[in-house]
């Protein structure tokens, strides 16, 4: 046999040390992910499996046990007008919530990211409404927009705007509108977050070549800084929708759902249908159309991820 067919059949000692410390960190890899896996099928793949079967399933107060009857949950849940309102309930909350939110947020890290004194205290305080509990900021704004003895009414009576207290949250679109602005004032801080991060990694010869061409603060804004962060607001955008198809605690401690269904989403209706009216199937039914909602922008956020990864 000759010299080069044992070189051929032998590869060199650096490719096999090679080889083993690559398969050595993929199974370190597999050991590292194991337990966030084991965490996600025990809290999350199990009980939506779960949800699934029973949502197939007649399980009532007046049901002892789990009645299989197919999709008639999902038949009587599409017949339900009131499935259409809860669902564009839905839409104009998410819709609204995150395009504010945004909007805001946007506006917010501009102003942090530039420099004046008082700047890092400032933009700590920012953090403050994303670390309190939602609950508690729930039930603060429940005694700003309370009709009786609210601050907004107090402000607004003062100043003469008003000639009598408005009872925002008993009415269809004064409660949609406080339930919206509770959220945003929960979700600014981190979408500024995500934005000053951008905002950090633009060039500043790219804003200097801008200024020398003639372009003002606007000019410099829509031609550089938005472009440079088109990435980031598409991301920051879907995650914002997808956590606001997602929110129940803000919206169940402030109204509860009302008045007369006004403010309530699928998440609320799931608690309801599960808690109140006691029909675990139909809950379960309502849970897997909520399901379906959000895994549409989840789609879209990871196309995005991936493309903006590769």
């Known amino acids: 046999m000759s010299d080069s067919s044992i070189a051929s059949a032998d590869p060199p000692r650096e490719a096999r040390r ?28 199990i009980p939506f499996v ?3 079967k029973l949502s197939l399933f007649r399980y009532t107060i007046d049901t002892p046990e789990p009645l299989f009857v197919g999709f008639e949950n999902f038949v009587k849940l599409f017949r339900d007008p009131a499935i259409v309102n809860v669902c564009l309930n839905t839409l104009v909350f998410v819709v609204s919530a995150t395009c504010v939110t945004m909007v805001i947020s946007l506006a917010w890290a501009l102003m942090m990211n530039q420099a004046f004194k008082g700047r890092a205290l400032l933009r700590a305080a920012s953090l403050l409404p994303w670390v309190l509990p939602s609950t508690v900021t729930a039930f603060l704004a429940a005694w700003i927009f309370n009709g009786q003895y609210g601050v907004l009414n107090a402000i607004l009576l003062s100043t003469g705007l008003i000639s009598e207290p408005i009872i925002w949250l008993a009415e269809r679109q004064g409660a949609m509108a406080c339930v919206v602005v509770t959220k945003v004032w929960l979700s600014v801080p981190l979408f500024m977050a995500f934005f000053l991060a951008g905002l950090q990694s633009v060039s500043q010869d790219q804003v200097d070549a801008a200024r020398v061409d003639g372009c003002e603060n606007f000019g410099v804004l829509r031609h550089v800084v938005l472009p440079h962060l088109a990435p980031t607001l ?18 169940y401690a402030l109204t509860q759902g009302g008045p007369v269904g006004a403010t309530t989403m699928l998440s609320v209706e799931v608690y309801k249908q599960a808690f109140e009216n006691w029909d675990m199937g139909m809950a379960c039914a309502v849970g897997v159309l909520w399901f379906v909602l959000i895994a549409v922008p989840t789609v879209f956020y990871l196309r995005a991820l991936f493309k903006r990864e590769s």
């Open 50 to 52: 779960k949800s699934l």
């Open 18 to 45: 090679h080889s083993t410390l690559k398969q050595h960190e993929r199974r370190v890899g597999v050991a590292l992910a194991l337990p966030a896996l084991a965490a996600f099928v025990v809290v999350i793949l």
């Open 234 to 251: 598409i991301i920051v955008m879907i995650l914002g929708a997808m956590g606001n198809l997602q929110a129940f605690d803000v919206i």
